[in-house]
């Protein structure tokens, strides 16, 4: 399942992820933050999102479509 990140929740979640020392490629060498950074872009593509993230679904549930996740959400 492909959640639509907003701006400001991918905002908030770049600022996060930058605080890790391995996600900046400082322990392992690889550069987390720019793939992860690519890969929402990747994944809003196919569901017509600016940025996605993706998320395991139980069989059947695909044809459920979610925009909001947080705070006053509603199914």
């Known amino acids: 399942m492909f959640v639509e990140l907003s701006e400001e929740a991918y905002e908030l979640w770049s600022q996060a ?4 020392a391995y996600a900046r490629g400082e322990t392992y060498g690889f550069p987390y933050v720019d793939y992860y950074r ?11 999102f600016g940025r996605a993230q993706a998320f ?4 059947g549930s695909r ?13």
């Open 17 to 20: 992820i930058t605080g890790y």
């Open 63 to 75: 044809r459920l479509r979610t925009k909001y996740f947080g705070k006053g959400a509603s199914a």
């Open 38 to 48: 690519a890969l929402t872009i990747v994944r809003g593509a196919p569901a017509g």
């Open 56 to 59: 395991a679904a139980p069989k």
